[in-house]
């Protein structure tokens, strides 16, 4: 049974408590604020204001919030056991070509065996949600509990310097008992898996917001037109991006078994678009004095061009293209062949 949803408030009121400190996703879980509205069922503009608000704060911090509230809403979406309380989970589910995890039937359990990237939170999380391959080389899901034997964790190959403090190591497994989540490519054919990916456009929003907020803090006293332009370009940016978010979050509440795909490429690249001018603005209107001076703007800075690479670039343009040009003539489609208001 999914808890009762955190409360707007009670998150803005912690985090404003602790402005310039660094939270730990350990302190959220304790303190009840990871119960974010599940995707699609009518808050899903709630849970994303949510997920902004704690990547305004902190990237590294939402970068596992995210991950952990993901791997909350995916194990409800799958029917799973309520995880146990106060537990700190993850969503590794990135599939790169040098490391790849097989997921051998033991019973009704999994035995874990090989290799996971990307693992963000490794340090200190309880357990995980991970994707891998079965005998038959079919994706699966599983939720893994980490302190158990058999898991090496390394840090040879995290060598960021943004979002350092996700610590996203690469972790190995041998023989770890695991616990299957649905079924073989249930994970990327879910409606939830396009709604969790349209999520992560609000982590970056909230980041570039919190940039912006820093920004006009700097800015608003200066009567000068540069600066007066740089931040109208900033308002732009994320007023565009965001009223595109809240049109989206409707679309999956109003279609919550449909596949979000064109909705959450669309937002996520939009948002990517307008966190990049953000940071583009901000940076030329202030020049480098707070790139070196103001510890919380540099470091939104140095994190969010790397939380942004999570995006696929131009990939993601033609498969938004793709969707364009394949269903725009189609009946009821997604995406009008002609635009309108």
Avoid at 48 to 71: F, I, M, P, R
Avoid at 80 to 87: E, H, L, M
Avoid at 102 to 124: E, I, P, T
Wanted: hydrophobic fraction near 45%.
């Amino acid at each position: 049974m999914h808890a009762p949803a955190t409360d707007a408030q009670a998150l803005h009121r912690f985090l404003r408590a602790r402005t310039g400190a660094r939270v730990s996703l350990a302190e959220l879980v304790t303190a009840g604020l990871d119960r974010l509205p599940l995707p699609a069922q009518g808050q899903t503009l709630a849970r994303w204001q949510l997920l902004a608000c704690v990547a305004a704060h902190d990237l590294s911090l939402v970068k596992l919030y995210e991950g952990h509230t993901d791997a909350l809403a995916i194990q409800a979406e799958l029917g799973a056991p309520d995880v146990p309380p106060g537990s700190r989970w993850g969503t590794w589910c990135a599939e790169p070509p040098m490391a790849r995890l097989h997921m051998a039937r033991d019973g009704q359990d999994y035995r874990l065996h090989g290799a996971k990237a990307w693992c963000s939170g490794a340090a200190q999380l309880t357990h995980a949600v991970v994707s891998g391959w079965d005998a038959q080389g079919q994706p699966c899901l599983a939720r893994v509990w980490l302190e158990q034997p058999g898991i090496t964790r390394s840090q040879e190959g995290w060598q960021a310097v943004g979002m350092r403090e996700t610590a996203s190591w690469d972790l190995h497994f041998d023989n770890v008992r695991a616990m299957p989540l649905g079924q073989p490519g249930d994970y990327t054919s879910r409606p939830g898996f396009w709604q969790g990916g349209a999520g992560i456009a609000a982590c970056w929003w909230g980041g570039a917001s919190g940039i912006a907020q820093m920004a006009r803090e700097a800015l608003c006293a200066r009567d000068e037109p540069h600066a007066r332009a740089h931040l109208g370009q900033i308002d732009v940016a994320l007023s565009q991006s965001a009223a595109l978010l809240r049109e989206c979050a409707a679309w999956i509440d109003e279609h919550p078994r449909a596949c979000a795909r064109p909705q959450a490429l669309r937002a996520r690249l939009a948002c990517e678009a307008a966190a990049e001018a953000v940071m583009r603005h901000a940076t030329r209107a202030l020049g480098a004095g707070p790139l070196c001076r103001h510890a919380r703007f540099a470091q939104a800075l140095a994190d969010l061009p790397v939380f942004l690479r999570q995006s696929h670039a131009e990939r993601d343009l033609a498969a938004l293209g793709a969707e364009v040009a394949q269903h725009g003539q189609a009946a009821g489609a997604a995406i009008p062949l002609h635009w309108s208001l």
